[in-house]
Structures are given as structure tokens and as C-alpha cells.
């Protein structure tokens, strides 16, 4: 998907289109990931731009894109530049020492819990 989006319209109030585009959005990641993937993917991944205008647009994550659109609605944008692209992925195992913030490595947890009972 590559649009355009217009916030403009005579009788639909600017909220409700803001809603609407969000609907939009979320119906094409639905169908999208309903597709048939080939025998060497595990899922769908997207690639994503926003901006007011497609020269403008910067990459951004899936997971980002109410907000962004939420963002063009409280800047009162007239337009905004929305661009998804599915693209079959394979997920890849991460290592030990990959933890995100606020995770636990191995063992580290039951040291911390050893701890507390001394």
C-alpha cells in the first residue's frame, strides 16, 4: 500500500477520517498477514514509511504507525504519506547476551531470588 491520505472533507468530520484511516490501515496489515507465506518464511514483515509527503516520508516500525497517524492528527496535517510493504521474513534465533532491557539472562533471576532469602 501506497497512499496518499486527504484529512479534507465537506461532511465527515476530520476525527472520524482520522478513524477511518487507522480502520484502513489495520484491515490491509490483516489481510496481508492472512496470505499464503512461502515454504521458507515464518511471517510477515513490514516495511514502513510515513510522512506529510512521500519526499518526506522516513522509515518506521509497524508497531508506530497509530501513533504516527495520531501525531499528523494533533499537528492537524491536510495530508500525510502512508507506505506498506509486505515482505516474507524468517525470524532469527537471538543470543544470550541479545536481552532487552528488563529481561533476565540465564540464571540471573534465581541469583537475585537466592539473595533475598539469605
Request: glycine share 4%; net charge negative; charged share 35%.
Amino acid at each position: 500500500m501506497k497512499k496518499t491520505f486527504k484529512l479534507s472533507h465537506p461532511k465527515i468530520a476530520y476525527p472520524r477520517l482520522i478513524e477511518a484511516t487507522k480502520s484502513e490501515v489495520k484491515k490491509y496489515l490483516k489481510r496481508e498477514r492472512n496470505k499464503a507465506l512461502p515454504e521458507y518464511a515464518d511471517f510477515w514483515g513490514f516495511d514502513c514509511k510515513f510522512g506529510q509527503t512521500e519526499e518526506q516520508a522516513e522509515d518506521i516500525h509497524v508497531a508506530q504507525i497509530n501513533e504516527k497517524i495520531s501525531f499528523a492528527e494533533s499537528q492537524e496535517w491536510p495530508t500525510f504519506y502512508l507506505e506498506i510493504l509486505a515482505a516474507p521474513a524468517q525470524r532469527t534465533k537471538r543470543d544470550v547476551a541479545e536481552v532487552e532491557d528488563g529481561e533476565f539472562e540465564t540464571g540471573e533471576f534465581e541469583d537475585e531470588q537466592n539473595q533475598d532469602d539469605l
